[in-house]
Structures are given as structure tokens and as C-alpha cells.
């Protein structure tokens, strides 16, 4: 009788399976006769790796500005008595637009009573993961494309080709390399160069395969260069002044990119990476900002228009706007080699 009982239950979860009526595409894959009573997540990235390493704002309008002034110079005290100098301290503002996104799905409330799991909680952590996977993109968006300025923020301002860099061999003829300890000390000369702060946190967001030719640099891995410790655990967190930021979602270049082969500055020289370049992007902590007007909000409810289905919904409104041009630096690789 009992061999009996589980031969309709499993014949009954068959063709319900068959009829597909589900709230979720996927949910028949959770009907499965003595399944587990916990939901395993596939391998993701489950919270946001770059957007908070910035200036956080909270920003309560769509559009909101925020104030930059420039540097001036002192001048020299030549007469007694004389007029007092007017500098007048330049300022600029760069614009930030809010980028509202959300998550839903559904539950059948027929599914609840076949499933052997409820699967609420599992749902809500996807949709979380989703939307901090979100706000990296929001961030790297920001970083890489243009930032409004102007009174009314009607004038783009892109990344300049004096801030960017193909990483490159030392021996200046070779051209586009691996990631390498040369194009680190490219890159924190032109930070130094531009007056960046060194008290200032400096990020590097790099990709899987910048780690690895990284971490097969000898001088990267050596006890004299590096602690033994991240030479053990096969990891590089801190380098240089740069914390690394593993990320695998940086873009690559759409077209071909002119570089000097010496140094890699970008825009005229000899050398030529083809398109499909990883942009990867290195930045002083306070040259982006990061604004929250909504912070993740989850809401998990009936749906009486949808037969009685559980609804599970996230929602999140943010943004981001590089402040500063010379605090971030953009640095092509090709994975290719």
C-alpha cells in the first residue's frame, strides 16, 4: 500500500510537471521525492565588490550635483600695503542620475503544497544577489563612461586617453603584455604625477586572468616583494598601495586601441591591442561617489490577481558619477596572451 502511495505522488508530480503551470520556470526541479530540506545556490557573486568602496552619498532627488572646486596658488608678498589678491577659486559640479532596478517572482501556491521545501527564503537571497551584482554595474558604468558637469549637468566629460594605459612590457618594444609589476608602477605614477593623495585608498578592480598573470610575476609572489601568506593562499589582496578587487564583470573594448609601446599611454604610438581588450579600472577612493536613494527592499506577499501565488520582490534605487578624472585610471589587458 505504501509502494502504492508513492507511485501516484510521483506519478501526480510527472504530470503536473507535463502540464507546466508553475510560478517560476524552474520550480519542477525541486520535485523530487525525499529532496533536501534546504536550497543550495549556485555559485554567484553575492554582494557588491566595488560600488561601496567610493564617497557614499544619500541622494534624495532623481538628479542631484555635487559642488567641486579646484586648486589655486599662492602668490609671493612683493610691496607693503599692497592689494590683496582675488584667486578666484574655480568651481564645477558633476551630476549624478538615479537608476532604479528591481527583481520579482513567483511561487504557485499548488507548487507549496507538492514541494517538499519552501522556497521563500532562497528567493529572496537570489534577488538580493542579483541586486548588489546591480550596483557593481551602476559603478562600473559610472567609472568608465561619462560624468555630467555643467550648471544643468548638459555637458559630458569622458575619461581621457592621458587616463588610461595598455599594460605593457619594460622593454619598451615587446608592447601589450600579460598584467604585470611594470604597468603597476605606471599606473601609481601617474597617480603621483596627478597629486593623488597617498593617504587616500586606492582600489584596483582586476579579472580572473589578471590575477593569475599577476600571481606568476616573480616579483608579485616573492618573499621580497610579497607576504608569504598571500603566496600560500594563491591570492593577492593588497599590492603596491592598490587593494585588488576580483570582479568578472568588467567590459572589454569594442574597437582596436592605439598605445605607445614604451608606456602604454593611449592614443597615438606604434602599438595596436584589438578589440575585446578586459577594461579593467584602478580609482582613488574619494574620485567616485556612490549615491543611495533606496536601499535594497524586499517584500515577500499573496498575489489575489495571480491565483493566490507568493510574490517575492526587491527593488533598489541607485547611482554613481566619477568626481575626479585624474583619481581614476583605466587598464586594458589582453586575456589572449
Not at 2 to 16: A, G, Q, R, V
Not at 124 to 142: L, S
Not at 209 to 227: H, I, P, R, V
Request: proline share 2%.
Amino acid at each position: 500500500m505504501k509502494f502504492l502511495h508513492t507511485l501516484l505522488h510521483m506519478l501526480w508530480s510527472f504530470i503536473y510537471f507535463l502540464r507546466n503551470e508553475k510560478g517560476s520556470d524552474q520550480i519542477d526541479e525541486a520535485f523530487v521525492e525525499g529532496f533536501k530540506d534546504t536550497i543550495y545556490l549556485v555559485t554567484q557573486q553575492k554582494n557588491t565588490k566595488l560600488f561601496n568602496r567610493s564617497r557614499q552619498e544619500t541622494q534624495s532627488v532623481e538628479t542631484d550635483f555635487y559642488e567641486r572646486i579646484g586648486d589655486t596658488e599662492a602668490e609671493d608678498i612683493i610691496e607693503r600695503h599692497g592689494d590683496t589678491p582675488i584667486m578666484n577659486t574655480p568651481h564645477s559640479r558633476r551630476g549624478c542620475d538615479l537608476q532604479d532596478a528591481d527583481w520579482g517572482d513567483m511561487i504557485d501556491k499548488l507548487d507549496r503544497v507538492r514541494l517538499l521545501i519552501r522556497p521563500d527564503d532562497a528567493y529572496v537571497q537570489t534577488a538580493v544577489m542579483a541586486m548588489n551584482r546591480k550596483k557593481d554595474d551602476v559603478f562600473i558604468a559610472a567609472i568608465l563612461g561619462n560624468a555630467r558637469t555643467g550648471r544643468r549637468g548638459t555637458v559630458n566629460v569622458a575619461l581621457p586617453n592621458t587616463q588610461k594605459l595598455v599594460t605593457v612590457d619594460e622593454d619598451g618594444v615587446t608592447g601589450s603584455s600579460r598584467f604585470n609589476v611594470y604597468t603597476l608602477t605606471l599606473a601609481q605614477y601617474i597617480f603621483d604625477e596627478n597629486d593623488v593623495d597617498e593617504d587616500i585608498k586606492r582600489y584596483w578592480a582586476w579579472s580572473p586572468k589578471a590575477k593569475q598573470n599577476l600571481l606568476n610575476e616573480t616579483q608579485a609572489t616573492s618573499s621580497e616583494f610579497a607576504s608569504v601568506k598571500a603566496l600560500v593562499k594563491g591570492d593577492i589582496k593588497e599590492f603596491m598601495g592598490f587593494e585588488f578587487i576580483l570582479t568578472t564583470r568588467l567590459p572589454v573594448t569594442a574597437a582596436a586601441t592605439t598605445y605607445t609601446k614604451a608606456d602604454g599611454t593611449v592614443g597615438a604610438g606604434a602599438g595596436t591591442l584589438a578589440a575585446g581588450a578586459r577594461r579593467m579600472v584602478t580609482w582613488a577612493e574619494d574620485g567616485m561617489i556612490s549615491a543611495t536613494a533606496v536601499d535594497l527592499q524586499a517584500d515577500i506577499g499573496p498575489r489575489r490577481d495571480k491565483k493566490m501565488s507568493t510574490q517575492i520582490y526587491v527593488c533598489h534605487s541607485v547611482g554613481g558619477v566619477r568626481m575626479e578624472e585624474e583619481k581614476v585610471l583605466e587598464v586594458l589587458l589582453d586575456e589572449t596572451l
